[in-house]
C-alpha cells in the first residue's frame, strides 16, 4: 500500500488541540462520531484485550454538571493563570484557550470519555504504562480521524480529580477507569498549522542519556 506521505504528514503535524475554534453552533452527527470510535479501535492494545469503551455525553444537564466538575477541580486555578500571564505569549494563549473551555465545556456538541477496562494500580509504573497504553493509543487515533473530517478536540484530564463523581453522573462502573475526557466539534476552519518544536535530534539520545543522536 503506498500512502500519500504529504497528506499523511500534514495530518499528524496538524491535528492540534482545538479549543477556541471548535464550533460550538454545529451538530456533530452520531454517524460522523462512530466512523471515527470505528477506525480509533484499530489502534494497538495490550495483550489485545480491547477493553475500551466510550461514554459519549449530549445531555445538556450532564454536559453542564461535568462542566461544574471540572471548574471545582481547577477552574480557579486557570482563571487566576490567564489573568497573570502575558496573553500574547504561547503559554499565556495556551492557558487563555484552557480557559475558554473551561467555561464552555457544556456548550460543546459531544463530550466523549474514554474508558478502559481495569483500575489504575498504586506504584506500578509497569501496570499504569500498561493500563493506560491501551487506551491512549486509541483516543489519537480517534483525534486524527476527527481532524481528517473537519473536527476538532483536545485532550483535557482535569475532571479526573473528580472522577468518582462523573462516574456517579453517568453510571461507569467501579472497575473501569476514565482516561480523560475530550470534547468533539467542527472546527471554525481547517487551516492549521504545525506548531513550532524543538529539532528532535537535539532531544534524541543514542545508547546514554548523554549522548545526543548525531543525524548521518
Not at 113 to 137: F, K, T, V
Request: charged fraction near 20%; glycine fraction near 6%.
Amino acid at each position: 500500500m503506498d500512502f500519500d506521505l504529504a497528506q499523511t504528514d500534514a495530518l499528524l503535524s496538524t491535528t492540534r488541540s482545538v479549543r477556541k475554534r471548535l464550533d460550538l453552533e454545529r451538530e456533530v452527527p452520531d454517524d460522523v462520531l462512530l466512523e471515527c470510535l470505528q477506525l480509533a479501535v484499530q489502534a494497538p492494545t495490550g495483550s489485545n484485550q480491547q477493553g475500551w469503551r466510550w461514554m459519549v455525553v449530549r445531555d445538556a444537564a450532564k454536559k453542564q454538571a461535568l462542566q461544574d466538575l471540572y471548574n471545582e477541580a481547577g477552574g480557579a486555578y486557570l482563571a487566576s493563570a490567564a489573568a497573570d500571564m502575558d496573553a500574547a505569549s504561547q503559554q499565556g494563549r495556551v492557558i487563555d484557550s484552557a480557559n475558554y473551555l473551561a467555561q464552555n465545556l457544556a456548550n460543546v456538541p459531544v463530550l466523549l470519555i474514554p474508558l478502559i477496562i481495569g483500575r489504575l494500580p498504586d506504584n506500578s509504573a509497569n501496570a499504569a504504562a500498561g493500563l493506560m497504553g491501551s487506551i491512549m493509543p486509541a483516543m489519537w487515533s480517534f483525534q486524527l480521524a476527527l481532524r481528517s473530517r473537519g473536527l476538532g478536540s483536545c485532550l483535557t484530564t482535569l475532571h479526573l480529580a473528580k472522577e468518582q463523581e462523573a462516574a456517579d453522573l453517568l453510571g461507569i462502573p467501579d472497575h473501569m477507569t476514565q482516561a480523560g475526557l475530550l470534547p468533539v466539534a467542527y472546527t471554525k476552519g481547517t487551516d492549521f498549522q504545525p506548531a513550532k518544536r524543538d529539532d528532535v535530534a537535539a532531544i534524541t539520545y543514542l545508547d546514554t542519556y548523554k549522548n545526543p543522536i548525531r543525524p548521518a
